[in-house]
Structures are given as C-alpha cells and as structure tokens.
C-alpha cells in the first residue's frame, strides 16, 4: 500500500506560480511512475503530468506544456509539480497518483493505482 500527500496549493494570481509536492510512503518509491492529474468543478479528472520512475521521461497535457514542469527526487520519496505563468482556467484540485512500472508511465487515470487527497489550487483573474 502507497499513501501520498500533497501540499503546496494555494490561492494565486494570474501570471504566478506554485509548487505542488506529494511525499510518497512507498519504501521503494523508485519502483512507482508518478503522475499528476486535476479535476475543476463539475469537470472529470484530467491529466496534467507524469514521470517515470527514473524521471528521465516525462509527459504533459498540451494545455500546460510549457509551463509545468514535473521532476522527481527518490531519495526523498517525493515528486514535484512546478507550475508557472498560471490562468484561472488552471483552477482545480491537484491528484498526485502512483503505479508501479517498469517504463514511462501512464496519462490515463484508471492506469494509477494510488491516489492522494489532493490539494486546491485556485487562480484569480
């Protein structure tokens, strides 16, 4: 069982950044691709990021290439989700999500199989 907790949402302006971070408890945390996924008020969850296990390969929406960047530090068992020149249409509960893969690492939800409790990230216009 992996639990993973996030933290660092907050409220923004428009044209600001935030750094998301979900702190895994995984004992091999080296084992897991990670992803990050948000879901806004009566929209589904949506893929934002992932990472491979080695965090050499990364993937993003189109919606926030360019400006999230997602990285990973194993020996602290925890990954990161900086996002910068943020919009309000960015506004959502942030999931951090983990499943154990060999290579790369999924964009699709129902691929993960650990989910944190997400964190709120709000931009004002």
């Known amino acids: 069982q992996v639990q993973l907790i996030e933290s660092g949402g907050g409220l923004v302006q428009a044209g600001g950044s935030l750094r998301l971070s979900c702190a895994a408890s995984?004992?091999?945390?080296?084992?897991?691709?990670m992803g990050w996924f948000r879901q806004a008020p009566g929209k589904e969850r949506e893929f934002v990021a992932a990472i491979s296990r080695s965090g050499f390969t990364t993937y993003y929406a189109d919606s926030v290439k360019g400006r999230f960047t997602i990285s990973r530090e194993n020996a602290k068992n925890t990954v990161y989700l900086q996002m910068s020149s943020l919009e309000p249409e960015d506004t959502a509960v942030y999931y951090c999500?983990?499943?154990?893969?060999?290579?790369?690492?999924?964009?699709?939800?129902?691929?993960?199989?650990?989910w944190g409790q997400g964190t709120q990230v709000t931009v004002s216009s």
């Open positions: 995984a004992r091999t945390f080296s084992s897991y691709a």
């Open positions: 999500a983990a499943v154990r893969r060999l290579g790369g690492a999924p964009v699709r939800a129902t691929e993960y199989d650990y």
